[in-house]
């Protein structure tokens, strides 16, 4: 009796296990990979979605989807009545916000439903599309694969390169609720039919759209963000007169591999003064006039920490014109001063618009290349 009752319990047990149940095909599953949001002329809500197709017999091999609604979780509805299958959550990459709907309203209401909803995806990269949303989703990909794959491959191989930010839908919404920054976005567009990561957006406080960064204010945010964990590479015009060469060919490019930071501050007459010195080695990787470099590097390295601190310097003055705070100084000031942090706590772009800061780079050539 005891014999048959315990085949009787494994016999019970294997119909529970997992693999006795309805078989799930790929061809069956649709999974959204990009999603795409803006308004429409009535600040109604156009949703785009691109999904792989696994069917052998379709021709192409992902569906690009629309609808209008008034909110993300009604539009998911309706793109799910248009796609065949069974539907998987929690597969998405990338998310396209239209910069016209960034210019006009705060976003962050409208994308609640991913971090509210445990069974989306967090961990998708959020991207600004300069121009119309539809240009992007509708871009030829003939030559690359993908719609999804492709935008999410271009965002980590340009962060990866230094020349704009990774700003998940996580890393976003983290922005937007600390006192202290305000949000940067990888952002792009269309040109001539291919996409482009075209640089950084900054957002105001209240995350709506304030400015762009190109490519090289980009890597230039990710130096004074000290997000310094890879090479950042950047090309600086210099005085042709003090190497006797031509505007055209007075350039050098370098890549700093190694940054020390020390950041100081002191709040004086009801404003701050932030002091930045940078202790910053280089490597060479192009110089397009004739030198000398055993008698002149340290020529070469005064005016490229010249260059190096007037393009710093700019870039700080832009942001405080659109009270945007993207470097992050706020983090510092809280941390090491946080006395008068309170003071200022509640409108922190607007202190930092006010602040003096001076940014002192000190460069060393490490490495000159191959040929000297």
């Keep these: 009796m005891k014999k048959w009752k315990s085949i009787f319990l494994a016999c019970a047990a ?3 296990i997992t693999g006795c149940g309805k078989a799930i095909y790929i061809e069956d599953q649709r999974f959204i990979i990009a999603e795409g949001v803006d308004f429409d002329e009535e600040k109604k809500l156009v949703i785009y979605s ?3 197709v696994f069917s052998r017999e379709a021709k192409d091999k992902f569906k690009i989807t629309t609808t209008t609604a008034d909110t993300m979780r009604e539009g998911k509805k309706k793109i799910e009545a248009q796609l065949n299958g069974s539907f998987g959550t929690g ?3 990338s998310m396209l916000i239209g910069k016209k709907m960034l210019k ?7 994308l609640d439903v991913f971090f509210r909803d445990p069974k989306n995806e967090i961990n998708a990269n959020l991207i600004v599309v300069d121009g119309p949303l539809k240009e992007v989703m509708y871009t ?14 271009l965002v980590e191989s340009t962060y990866k390169s230094r020349i704009t930010v990774q700003t998940t839908l996580q890393k976003f919404h983290q922005q937007m609720m600390d006192s202290a920054l305000t949000p940067s976005i990888t952002e792009m567009r269309v040109e001539q039919d291919d996409l482009v990561i075209s640089g950084t957006a900054l957002l105001h406080r209240d995350g709506t759209y304030a400015t762009s960064l190109n490519n090289q204010e980009s890597s230039l945010l990710l130096l004074l963000q000290r997000n310094t964990n890879k090479p950042i590479p950047l090309t600086l015009p210099l005085p042709p007169e003090m190497f006797q060469t031509d505007k055209e060919v007075s350039y050098v490019s370098f890549s700093i591999n190694k940054v020390k930071v020390k950041f100081k501050s002191k709040f004086e007459e009801n404003h701050f003064i932030i002091d930045i010195q940078m202790k910053v080695q280089i490597d060479l990787t192009e110089r397009m006039f004739t030198l000398d470099m055993e008698k002149q590097s340290k020529q070469l390295e005064q005016a490229i920490e010249q260059e190096l601190k007037k393009e710093c310097q700019d870039l700080i003055k832009k942001a405080q014109k659109h009270h945007v705070s993207p470097f992050g100084f706020g983090l510092y000031v809280r941390a090491h001063d ?7 706590e509640g409108n922190w772009e607007k202190a930092l618009s006010e602040a003096t800061v001076n940014v002192s780079p000190k460069v060393v050539i490490k490495s000159m290349g191959v040929s000297e």
């Excluded at 030829?140 to 491959?153: E, T, Y």
């Excluded at 946080?338 to 200022?344: A, E, G, L, S």
């Design 104 to 110: 006009q309203t705060n976003v962050l209401p409208y």
């Design 338 to 344: 946080h006395k008068n942090w309170k003071k200022v």
């Design 14 to 16: 294997l119909l529970l």
């Design 91 to 93: 597969k998405l990459q």
């Design 140 to 153: 030829n990909m003939s030559d690359k694969g993908h719609l999804g794959p492709v935008i999410k491959q």
């Design 50 to 52: 691109s999904s792989p």
